[in-house]
């Protein structure tokens, strides 16, 4: 990229250009020359001197003293968040996520992006850390922006580096566990093979071990996907499964029973409709703010849908009367997400199904706002970056809980630079989102120290 020249001295046999920013150790630089109409360059005897293309100038500057890893933690109140400290202050060039390896219990876990403030890097990871896991980080400094300082000092590579854990076991989760098939209300003939299939994630950490009942007696139990127990010569009778799921820090949560009846079905029997969701799958996640297309299957073997409807809690948020059956989400806050679908036949038989995705959060730049300073104190600023319409626009701060801190309208006519004073805030991870016309525009998440 082009540098400008602030000022040109002669000396001698010598043109010194001062340049308007530092060079550093490493950088390839050029310089070229064209004759100007006045002024050229010449000689005592008026000898002028001819343009130049690019020429090479050799960079003698030395690199400054490289940044020396100190440590890396990892806060309870930022649970996929690893703070890498270095004993030097770094400039913003940021290493791709490839340059780093997360190991949490000796398996690979993602980096979804990279931050660089002050004397720390920040990665952000694909899943939260839980209390007692073994993280590790290593480094390769990669060629293209490697750690650094302004003078060009550049960090070494670090094998595989204990992380400190401080998240606590007073903040684990239970898993979230559903069965899938079969539906509530099934019928089979007996003597029958019913397969019980269930979903389970668990959104603080793993999940250990799926166990499958009925009516409390213990058919079975798996500890790896898929989960599922294929019960066979069934006899007549009715069923009630429940399936517990259990996580690696020992917490348990029971599913909601599911009810079928094995018998000699008469032919008159109406059946409950199937039901499937296909999209999203169980224990998806997405990024902040996210589109989720939820789409489900729905038939009818002996009849025909009447309607599926789509529940947030006990909160209807959704119906499709005719097929395709499909439903979309604009989520801007980070959290899990339960949705439960109910189908429904034409004689009132219904099925119901869950599905649960997790909505996290991007570190990264959006293409609408810049914050600045982040991390910050309570204080900083946000620049728009791409001139906003006639409509009116809404700024919201929320906490990881979803929980509104400040609000306010921005019209059209506002200045593009704003400013925020949220120095009684908590520390701890905040996300600022804009809204307009009911839809999500972007989203930027912040630290406050």
């Known amino acids: 990229m082009a540098i400008t020249v602030n000022s040109v001295a002669v000396s001698g046999t010598k043109i010194l250009l001062t340049l308007a920013g530092p060079v550093v150790n490493g950088d390839e630089i050029t310089v070229a020359y064209t004759k100007p109409a006045t002024n050229p360059v010449q000689s ?61 219990n000796s398996e ?52 595989a580096q204990a992380v400190i854990n401080n998240c606590n076991n007073t903040s684990n989760q239970p898993p979230i566990v559903t069965i899938s098939s079969p539906g509530n209300g099934s019928l089979f003939s007996a003597p029958a093979t019913i397969v019980i299939s269930v979903n389970a994630t668990d959104p603080d950490g ?12 213990k058919l079975g139990e798996r500890n790896s996907v898929p989960y599922s127990y294929t019960w066979t010569n069934v006899p007549e009778g009715s069923c009630l499964f429940t399936a517990i799921a259990t996580d690696n820090l020992n917490s348990k949560s029971v599913s909601l029973p599911v009810s079928v009846t094995v ?85 009132n038989a219904t099925n119901s199904a869950l599905v649960v995705f997790y909505i996290t959060l991007n570190n990264e730049n959006s293409d609408l706002i810049n914050l600045y300073p982040n991390p910050n104190n309570g204080q900083f600023s946000i620049d728009l970056l791409t001139t906003l319409k006639s409509e009116n626009h809404v700024i919201s701060i929320t906490d990881l809980s979803g929980n509104t801190i400040i609000s ?42």
Request: neutral net charge; aromatic residues 8%; hydrophobic residues 40%.
């Open 44 to 104: 005592t005897a008026g000898e002028q001197a001819a343009t130049l293309s690019a020429q090479d100038v050799t960079n003698n500057v030395n690199p400054g003293s490289p940044p020396v890893y100190v440590s890396s933690i990892i806060q309870n109140a930022t649970p996929n968040i690893i703070e890498i400290t270095y004993n030097l202050t770094l400039i913003n060039k940021i290493p791709g996520v490839t340059a780093f390896q997360v190991m949490v």
């Open 108 to 159: 690979v876990m993602t980096v979804n992006s990279v931050v660089v403030t002050g004397t720390r890097v920040l990665l952000t990871l694909a899943a939260n850390v839980a209390f007692g896991d073994i993280v590790t980080v290593a480094y390769t400094k990669p060629s293209v922006n490697p750690i650094q300082t302004a003078s060009s000092g550049q960090a070494a590579s670090i094998n």
């Open 206 to 217: 793993r999940v250990s071990k799926i166990e499958f009942f009925n009516r409390g007696i």
């Open 263 to 347: 018998s000699n079905l008469p032919s008159s029997a109406n059946r409950p409709p199937s039901l499937s969701i296909f999209k999203p799958a169980f224990g998806n996640k997405f990024v902040a703010p996210a589109t989720v297309n939820i789409s489900v299957d729905a038939q009818d073997a002996d009849g025909s849908i009447s309607k599926v409807e789509y529940f947030q809690g006990t909160t209807k948020i959704g119906e499709n009367l005719t097929s395709p059956y499909s439903f979309s989400l604009q989520i801007a806050i980070p959290g899990t997400y339960q949705i439960t679908v109910v189908a429904t036949d034409n004689l």
């Open 408 to 449: 306010k309208t921005l019209s059209a006519e506002e200045n593009n630079s704003i400013q925020f004073d949220l120095s009684y805030l908590t520390p701890g991870v905040y996300v600022l989102i804009i809204t307009g016309n009911d839809m999500i525009i972007a989203t930027k998440t912040f630290i406050k120290e």
